[in-house]
């Protein structure tokens, strides 16, 4: 199958059988997370895994009591940098730079010029900044789960301020933007699973200027 067929084939699961995703998938949708586009390469935000059933547990009433919570077998925190420094900036070009075999200046240029837009804004706009590259690695996580006949359930429906304090992320100088549980459907006892996929149609979703 390609691509769009594995998009028409995924849906948002709302039931879940508690059936284990097998390693190899679960790393490979993470692999396509890792390898997202973002924003000057920052990558700035951290995708936590969590596959343990107290924790799990203590997620549900966070997310309004959600059952796919509990009855993934993984579920994936996106959680966005709370701000940029020119420490975090510094760390990612120096490693770029050393990986690429670079000269230690070759990349100062283009640092000093991104941290000086940045250091102009305020917090929440970077916050914000962040949280909408995290949602590139969040969408090709999906296709890469549909990909792999694994269910994935996107989610914004949570206390953010609850999960990030459950998680311990201010900590980490994170912040919870999005979750996606992973695992398989319960075709028996999920109320959508057969439900026809509906979407815009294209000559009102797509506006082409000649």
Known sequence: ?????????????????????????????LEAAQLAPSSSGLQPYSVLVISNKVLKEKMKPIAWDQSQ?????????????????????????SRTIKERGLPETAMDAYRERLWGMYSQMPEEWHFHHAAKQAYIAFGLAIAAAAEQKVDATPMEGFDAAAMDELLNLKEKGLRSVTILPLGYRDENNDWLVNMKKVRTPKDKFFIELN
């Open 69 to 93: 919570l509990t009855d993934a077998s993984h579920v994936l925190v996106f959680a966005a940098w709370e701000n940029y420094t020119e420490e975090k900036i510094k760390e990612v070009f």
């Open 1 to 29: 199958m390609n691509l769009n067929d594995n998009l028409k084939w995924r849906y948002a699961t709302k039931k879940m059988n508690g059936k284990a995703v097998p390693e190899e998938k679960l790393q490979y949708i």
